[in-house]
């Protein structure tokens, strides 16, 4: 049978949250050789204001381009929580920076934290690395793309002298991914 | 490069009084011109063809490109690759075609409202550019083909259809925009000196970059009519020839004596790169990394 | 032959390579969000082909200097949205007059005015068609996906070439920045149209001379014909005429042209019509959420059925004419407040129900909200209704989900 499995990530322009969704496109398309669409939506500015991005991925042709009802969603501020839980799917799943959403209003979905931001900051030494650290992240928690896919799109993205940076910390979020407990 | 004892020794009379034969360049059967009695712009197209001939450009290379007005309606009359576009936009017309092949020679024929109100954002970043193109401005201070209303270098105090009462409006000084704008070659003839404007036009013709020339070439229909001259010929004297000193005669006259006259002659020369050349090194430089 | 080579690009990339393909090289433009990926791919690619790149003063600027550059011989294109293409409007009616084949690419946004910059719509798709003054041909093409702007864009070009006029690609900016995978074809693989070009001696040259047919060769300036070229009425010469006869049959002609071409210029996808008792008559990205509507509702056993156009202008008369002689209602989605509904219930004649949906607050229309005007329209009295668009989705749209 087909599937269509939606993904949304939204946080604030600036925080690379376009280019994740461009990279997780791109990893199923053309890595896994599925049918993937990436479209966004944004404000007038580059930097601040609220951004969101939307991947499709399917095995068959993707007609209707944006999300119709989610299956998992990444929300790197409590705007994009609070606008966007509701519509995530039931039996979906939301995972959210531990330090920026405190408001974790719950519904037929399952939630995970992790201070994303902060172990970009502390741990990469780099903040920009928060959007690769969520892709490893997604990628661990949905398996909707293989780790192989999702490395090569980031690599083919991310600039030559970032390289060894990104591949951190796109492992860095497998790992962390891999024994992240739901909030219960 | 012409010496100011050049400028004053025209073209024509270097050949010795062989009739000039303009028919080469008239298109067979699209004369007589639409310009009235008494109109000076069959006189600045006469010194056009004579300096373009003696640049020694073939027809088939040189491209006339304007807009909308009376003086924008001479290339119809005239035979090289000609383009008659839209009120304001001679110069857009002429900057795509130009780019598009650089061995032509662009001619833009603009009036001072086609060139200064609907195309002045075209005029000054053409100027800054600096793009091959010889800008020729025929400076009526009206639009004459519209019947006579103010134009942008409508002089103050002086009636139009558009300024019954007097214009209040200060004009613009053609070459001191073109100057600002970054245009490096700007000169100012008029149709009464019209061998000193083939010189001009030559030297424009001739000139790599933007050239801008000022042709103060009045209206005697409107502009003549509405502030009273006498007749066309009174008009040119008064506006053209009295109007109006070479640079060589204003070094040597007081600034009182300067009040209210328009200088003659290369106002203003400098050597920057074209752009069009420019762009062929871009393309040269990159083609030669691959 | 090497591999075609998929690659996963932004609909405003494959516009511009679409453009390259099709052998464009010149652009004009003016920096306006949501079309500047395509102009900002521009200067990148075309210096190191050859090609020629310049940033306009401004938008009227652009379409008049790839106008110029088009009669220098080039193919030219310009890239803009809703403010920049009211400004180029006297620009492209110069080149319908002229008869000046160049490319437009209208990447709409939420207007009036500056509207929301980077939010999408469909409006203007009357102006593509009625914006310049006069009588004047119109040739619109109207894609719906990444892969499809880039063929689309090609099939611009080719069209302008063989009828001498300018060529609109609209679309919105959902599919501009939206990405999706593109095979890029080999040369040679997609058939690429030049104009034809006089064979005749200069003297004996005229651009508008029509003793062959509607269409005239067109020289290039420089190339040794010297002809004259003005956005006034003009005679087979090309120089202003005031006779009133040559000036009915100019007018005529321009707009014959393209009118009795446009089986050629025409292109529709059917979707599920066969049997259609329900049609949908959608473009760009609007048809996309109408694509999804057909199918779930053909799970629920209704005959709903998909015409979508990808030439807008000429508007595809015949097609929509035999739907509405089949169907009992079309719906028409768009992302304005009705402007492509009126065309469709001009065709219809009353035959059928025409009915909008329309939205202009910058989201897409719904694949639900058109679901719910079906199946709130009475044949299926079965059906769920439901009032709001986001459980409608969920109560409707079953799928198979992945492990995780």
């Known amino acids: 049978m087909s599937y269509r499995y939606e993904l949304r990530f939204t946080g604030s322009g600036g925080q690379g949250i376009i280019t994740a969704g461009i990279i997780l496109a791109e990893a199923a398309s053309i890595y896994d050789g599925k049918k993937a669409v990436q479209s966004q939506a944004y404000g007038p500015e580059s930097r601040g204001g609220a951004s969101r991005a939307e991947v499709i991925i399917s095995d068959e042709d993707i007609d209707y381009p944006k999300a119709t009802s989610i299956d998992a969603m990444l929300a790197l501020t409590q705007e994009g929580y609070t606008k966007f839980h509701k519509d995530v799917k039931s039996g979906g799943i939301i995972l959210i920076d531990s330090d920026e959403v405190k408001d974790v209003p719950r519904g037929d979905f399952k939630v995970y934290a992790f201070p994303i931001i902060a172990t970009a900051a502390n741990v990469l030494g780099k903040v920009i690395t928060a959007n690769i650290i969520s892709l490893g992240l997604i990628t661990e928690l949905t398996k909707i793309v293989s780790h192989d896919a999702i490395e090569k799109a980031v690599l083919s993205r991310v600039p030559a002298a970032f390289l060894e940076l990104n591949k951190k910390a796109l492992h860095t979020g497998f790992e962390k991914g891999a024994t992240l407990a739901p909030l219960s | ?290 | 032959m090497a591999t075609n080579k998929k690659r996963f690009m932004q609909g405003n990339e494959a516009c511009a390579e679409g453009a390259f393909y099709a052998g464009c090289t010149f652009f004009a433009g003016y920096p306006i969000t949501p079309s500047t990926e395509v102009m900002e791919i521009s200067s990148s690619r075309l210096p190191k082909t050859g090609g020629v790149f310049i940033q306009m003063e401004d938008e009227i600027a652009s379409i008049c200097a790839i106008t110029g550059a088009s009669l220098g011989g080039r193919k030219s294109m310009t890239a803009t949205s809703g403010p920049g293409f009211s400004l180029m409007q006297e620009g492209l009616g110069f080149a319908c007059m002229a008869e000046v084949p160049i490319v437009i690419i209208n990447v709409m946004r939420s207007g009036p005015s500056t509207g929301f910059p980077t939010g999408p719509s469909q409006s203007d798709v009357m102006q593509a068609k009625w914006g310049t003054h006069g009588d004047h041909p119109a040739i619109v093409l109207i894609p719906a996906s990444v892969e499809e702007i880039f063929y689309e864009t090609i099939r611009a070009f080719n069209l302008a070439e063989i009828y001498r006029t300018p060529v609109i690609v609209l679309y919105d900016e959902i599919i501009g920045h939206m990405r999706e995978a593109v095979t890029i074809p080999q040369p040679g693989e997609v058939e690429v149209v030049n104009r034809v070009k006089p064979t005749c001696a200069p003297s004996e040259y005229k651009p508008y001379d029509t003793t062959l047919g509607d269409i005239a060769p067109l020289a290039a300036y420089g190339e040794g014909y010297r002809f004259h070229v003005t956005g006034l009425y003009h005679g087979a010469d090309g120089f202003p005429t005031n006779n009133t006869k040559l000036i009915e049959e100019a007018g005529q002609r321009l707009v014959r042209k393209v009118e009795d071409n446009k089986e050629r210029i025409w292109k529709n996808e059917e979707y599920f019509l066969d049997d259609a008792e329900i049609g949908i008559f959608a473009y760009g990205v609007s048809a996309r959420s109408a694509k999804f509507a057909v199918r779930e509702l053909r799970k629920k056993g209704i005959k709903a059925g998909l015409l979508r156009p990808l030439t807008i202008w000429p508007f595809p008369d015949s097609a929509v004419d035999a739907l509405a002689e089949r169907v009992k209602t079309i719906i028409v989605p768009e992302m304005n407040l009705g402007q492509i509904v009126h065309e469709v219930e001009r065709v219809a004649r009353g035959r059928c129900e025409v009915k909008g949906i329309f939205r202009v607050d910058t989201e897409p229309i719904k694949p639900a909200q058109i679901i719910e005007k079906i199946l709130g329209n009475g044949p299926m009295p079965s059906a769920p209704v439901s009032p709001t668009d986001s459980n409608m989705s969920e109560m409707l749209i079953e799928r198979d989900m992945l492990d995780g």
């Open chain 2, 1 to 290: 490069m012409s010496t100011p004892a050049e400028e004053a020794k025209p073209l024509a009379k270097k050949k010795k009084k062989v009739p000039f034969d303009y028919s080469p360049y008239i298109r067979g059967g699209k004369l007589p011109h639409i310009w009235c009695p008494g109109c000076g712009h069959g006189i600045v197209l006469k010194s056009l063809l004579r300096a373009v001939h003696a640049s020694g450009t073939s027809q088939n290379d040189v491209a006339m490109v304007s807009g909308i007005g009376c003086s924008s309606r001479t290339p119809g009359y005239v035979d090289f690759n000609t383009l008659h576009t839209l009120h304001g936009r001679a110069i857009t017309y002429a900057t795509g075609l130009k780019m598009a092949n650089p061995k032509l020679k662009v001619l833009v024929i603009t009036g001072d409202g086609d060139a200064l109100a609907i195309g002045g954002n075209h005029f000054i970043h053409a100027c800054r550019r600096n793009l091959d193109l010889t800008i020729l401005v025929y400076n009526n201070f009206t639009y004459g083909m519209t019947s006579g209303q103010t134009s942008p270098t409508t002089t103050q105090g002086k009636i139009s259809t558009t300024g019954r009462h007097g214009n209040i409006d200060p004009p613009f000084d053609t070459c001191t925009l073109a100057k600002a704008a970054g245009a490096t070659y700007v000169a100012r003839g008029t149709a009464y000196h019209f061998q000193e404007l083939e010189k001009i036009i030559f030297d424009a013709f001739m000139h790599k970059g933007t050239s801008v020339v000022d042709i103060i070439d009045a209206c005697p229909t409107y502009y003549g009519k509405y502030n009273k001259y006498a007749s066309a010929t009174d008009m040119m004297e008064q506006l053209e020839k009295d109007g109006t000193v070479s640079v060589k005669q204003a070094e040597k006259l007081t600034p009182e004596e300067l009040e209210g006259k328009l200088l003659r002659g290369v106002l203003h020369r400098s050597e920057r790169p074209e752009y069009s050349e420019e762009y062929g090194k871009l393309v040269t430089s990159l083609q030669s990394k691959k």
